[in-house]
């Protein structure tokens, strides 16, 4: 029979369970990095009730953290040891190493959660590392900015210890909403490295728009307003085509690559009667020339995936 009862804290500790579900008791945390990200992080840790521990290479970035409650450690290694959780967030992976090289010791048995940002072989091989010392690794991407931490509409993506996340999910989703990439360390910086290019390709794209319509009059508020709805409908295209790219085969059964070169002449068309830069229009009308150049103009546009896998 199901217990109805609620577990003791002490045996959910027991069971290596974050005890963050309830008001009984909030994970301690370390925080190391002050920097935007790192400040706001552990200001986020603190406002949910969680005992904080920071440590900066600047001291004096621990002040603000210090008013609002935050335990200001001397050294790495007395951040370290004072949690069992603990999150680094600073510039680069070599700063990692250079802070935690020296306190892997301290870090045995613990969990690091990395939210450094870096490529997908410097996390593997921060994994590696972490493993080789008996530390628990999890790297993470943070998909937001600063003032986006703590709203759980913005994603922390998690790669390298599902099993770990799980036990720190409570804590962790005080952060923003995590997001579990599985076992290959790498892939949450892949993930991050990729969709920061979606990113500067759609803001690309938009300002494109906005300096073409805004030649006319347009206000970049008005347009932008149209433009954030017609990106739900362009996520929706986006669902379907991803089956098409995994199934290998691309019907252009809703619109044709052939069909989007005439349109795309409209764009040229309208950004050069207007004195409007044409190079990013001009990228889009070269790639989908080569698909049609290769024979594939009555495929849909997943096709073009193909020339960026060259
Ligand atoms: N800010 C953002 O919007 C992005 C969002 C996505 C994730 N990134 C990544 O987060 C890492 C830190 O970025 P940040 O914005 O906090 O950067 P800064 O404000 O410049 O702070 C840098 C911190 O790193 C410390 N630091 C630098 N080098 C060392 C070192 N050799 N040893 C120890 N600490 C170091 C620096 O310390 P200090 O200068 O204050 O003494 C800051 O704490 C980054 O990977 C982003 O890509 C943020």
């Known amino acids: 029979m199901?217990?109805?009862?609620?577990?003791?804290?002490?045996?959910?500790?027991?069971?290596?369970?974050?005890?963050?579900?309830?008001?009984?008791?909030?994970?301690?945390?370390?925080?190391?990095?002050?920097?935007q990200m790192g400040a706001a992080l552990?200001?986020?840790?603190?406002?949910?009730?969680?005992?904080?521990?920071?440590?900066?290479?600047?001291?004096?970035?621990?002040?603000?953290?210090?008013?609002k409650g935050a335990v200001r450690a001397a050294t790495v290694a007395e951040a370290v040891a004072a949690s069992d959780l603990v999150v680094v967030c600073v510039l680069d992976y070599a700063a990692v190493r250079g802070l935690l090289g020296p306190v892997a010791g301290t870090l045995r048995g613990k969990t690091l959660v990395n939210l450094t940002t870096g490529s997908p072989e410097q996390?593997?091989?921060?994994?590696?590392?972490a493993a080789g010392h008996g530390i628990g690794y999890l790297d993470g991407g943070i998909m937001t900015t600063p003032p986006g931490v703590g709203d759980s509409a913005n994603m922390i993506l998690y790669a390298g210890g599902p099993e770990l996340l799980a036990r720190h999910r409570a804590t962790l989703a005080v952060l923003g909403d995590p997001v579990d990439l599985g076992t290959d360390a790498g892939l949450a910086s892949l993930y991050d490295a990729g969709l920061l290019g979606l990113m500067w390709s759609v803001f690309g794209g938009w300002l494109h728009a906005t300096a073409l319509t805004g030649a006319d009059g347009v206000t970049a508020r008005d347009f932008t307003a149209v433009a954030t709805r017609w990106l739900g409908t362009v996520s929706w295209f986006m669902s379907g085509y991803a089956e098409q790219i995994d199934?290998?085969?691309?019907?252009?059964?809703?619109?044709t690559i052939d069909v989007q070169v005439a349109a795309i002449g409209h764009l040229l068309h309208a950004g050069e009667a207007r004195g409007v830069d044409g190079r990013l229009p001009r990228l889009h009308l070269e790639l989908m020339r080569g698909a049609v150049e290769a024979g594939h103009g009555g495929d849909s546009y997943a096709r073009i995936i193909e020339a960026f896998r060259k």
Not at 10 to 26: A, H, K, L, P, V
Not at 123 to 129: F, I
């Open 2 to 35: 199901t217990s109805v009862l609620p577990l003791s804290a002490g045996f959910r500790r027991w069971n290596g369970e974050d005890m963050n579900d309830t008001n009984e008791e909030r994970t301690p945390v370390t925080v190391l990095g002050l920097g």
């Open 42 to 67: 552990a200001a986020a840790l603190l406002a949910a009730g969680h005992p904080t521990t920071v440590w900066n290479r600047t001291p004096a970035k621990a002040d603000a953290l210090a008013d």
């Open 123 to 129: 996390a593997r091989a921060e994994a590696e590392w």
């Open 247 to 255: 199934a290998g085969e691309y019907p252009g059964a809703d619109a």
